[in-house]
């Protein structure tokens, strides 16, 4: 939440949907380079951008962090329908507009990857470039099948790999999380990733978890501190950021996507980066297969886990700004 975690550059805007959003916001230092719109994923906010937000604006740029909706100081609607991609990038926009900036470079990670990929395909001429953390771009239009991905990955290895989005989808989900939220933040900011295996993949696992109220040790990426901020942001709070999946299991996106008739593809430069254990998934011409029409990075971090702006802050960190500087006098056209 910007509030708690960067008071000082903490701001609050109603838009015109009715929704507040509350974002942090920095000018740049420079006037030669843009603003970075860091777009977090589940279960977060703007805080996990927090080594990302004192980073860049020793480095001249600005930051516009928001807590996207459903999280932190931001409305919290209980329908579904409110997080359809095409309405949170229209939103999205309105705070790029109010804050008069017309061309960003954009960070995404987790399911905000989702929202950068509408972006980029509703929005095009207002970026400068995209980053994808952890999970890449999706087409627009695609239709998603969560019970034909687990009977193929459960074929392949044995075990389902997405059966956490089952128990995301159904009705007692956000009480569950709440009820046992220690629980639930040791699960999904781990120290041994591979507990992911046995415990969030396989269908039913992540109830067995919460139910047993089991913890495992802190991620060592994560401060006693941090968890303590984290967790009074998410405190009540992890049912209405759970619509973003029930928005995707459901396929709301799909007929808006195929409506608009949306360039599958992305035109500005692009960058993916990964944890190191997927260095085998993507093909020499992942970038082509994927669409993505201008320069791109495909690279493989050195942490094993899914919180690559977290766990390998500073490597991530000199990929990023190495890439801006490439493309900052874009800004100008």
């Known amino acids: 939440m910007a ?25 740049p230092t420079n006037s030669t380079k843009p603003t970075i719109l860091f777009l977090h994923g589940f279960p977060s906010s703007s805080y996990d951008w927090r080594h990302q937000i004192t980073f860049f604006p020793f ?5 516009l962090a928001p807590d996207l ?24 926009i309105e705070i790029l507009n109010h804050e008069r900036l017309t061309k960003i470079h954009a960070v995404s990670h987790d399911t905000g990857t989702i929202l950068l990929s509408r972006l980029a395909n509703y929005y095009p001429e207002r970026l400068l470039s995209c980053t994808f953390l952890a999970v890449p771009y999706s087409k627009p239009g695609e239709h998603f099948d969560l019970g034909a991905v687990n009977a193929m990955t459960k074929k392949v290895h044995g075990k389902e790999r997405f059966g956490y989005l089952k128990f995301f989808v159904s009705d007692r989900a956000g009480d569950l999380l709440d ?36 913890q495992d040790p802190m991620a060592s990426y994560i401060t006693e501190e941090e968890r303590v901020i984290h967790q009074r942001i998410m405190e009540g709070h992890h049912g209405p950021p759970l619509n973003w999946y029930i928005v995707l299991v459901n396929n709301l996106n799909e007929q808006d996507e195929i409506e608009a008739k949306l360039c599958p593809g992305i035109s ?58 490439k493309y900052d006098n874009m800004a100008e056209c």
Request: include cysteine.
């Open 3 to 27: 509030s708690i975690a960067f008071p000082k550059h903490a701001k609050t805007l109603i838009l015109s949907t009715g929704h507040t959003y509350s974002y942090v916001h920095i000018p």
């Open 59 to 63: 480095h001249g740029y600005g930051i």
């Open 69 to 92: 909706l459903g999280y932190g100081g931001t409305s919290k609607p209980t329908s579904a329908e409110e997080y359809k991609a095409k309405n949170m990038a229209a939103e999205i």
């Open 179 to 214: 009820q046992h939220s220690e629980s639930f933040f040791t699960l999904f900011y781990p120290r041994d990733v591979s507990i992911w295996n046995d415990h969030l993949g396989p269908e039913g696992a992540i109830e067995s978890w919460l139910l047993d109220d089991r």
């Open 268 to 325: 500005c430069p692009t960058v993916m980066l990964f944890p190191a254990q997927m260095k085998s998934v993507f093909p020499g011409d992942a970038a082509e297969s994927m669409g993505i029409l201008g320069p791109s990075l495909f690279k493989c971090v050195s942490t094993p886990g899914h919180w690559l702006q977290l766990e390998a802050r500073d490597e991530v960190n000199a990929i990023l700004k190495e890439f801006f500087e």
